[in-house]
């Protein structure tokens, strides 16, 4: 069983920039494709970043393409989604999950573990 853990969101203005952290703990992530979502009030979860076991393969929503990077560092078993240029429509809550596939697939149905996500709040 798995653990993961958000952190690092915040309350910023439009055009600052954040950086998300996700731990995980109980077993290595280092095998397993990472995603991370989003979620606002009255919406559906989406799909915001994904990045494959090794970091060779990542996929963006077209939404975010530009201005977010994910990355992840095995040894630390730990992944991260830098977000700069945040828009007001950027505010959520930002979840980490494990896959169960190997594709970066931006289906949240083919993630099997999930955070308890972190508030990210931009005001314009």
């Known amino acids: 069983q798995v653990q993961l853990v958000e952190s690092g969101g915040g309350s910023v203005q439009a055009g600052d920039s954040l950086r998300l952290s996700c731990v995980a703990s109980g077993r290595a992530i280092s095998d397993k494709t990472m995603g991370w979502f989003r979620q606002a009030p009255g919406k559906e979860r989406e799909f915001v970043a994904g990045?494959?076991?090794?970091?060779?393969?990542?996929n963006y929503a077209s939404s975010v393409k530009g201005r977010f990077t994910i990355a992840r560092d095995n040894a630390k078993n730990t992944v991260f989604l830098q977000m700069n240029s945040l828009k007001p429509e950027d505010t959520a809550i930002y979840y980490c999950?494990?896959?169960?596939?190997?594709?970066?697939?931006?289906?949240?149905?083919?993630?099997?573990?999930w955070g308890q996500g972190t508030q990210v709040t931009v005001s314009s």
């Open positions: 999950a494990r896959s169960r596939v190997l594709p970066v697939i931006a289906t949240p149905s083919s993630y099997d573990s």
């Open positions: 990045i494959s076991r090794t970091g060779g393969m990542i």
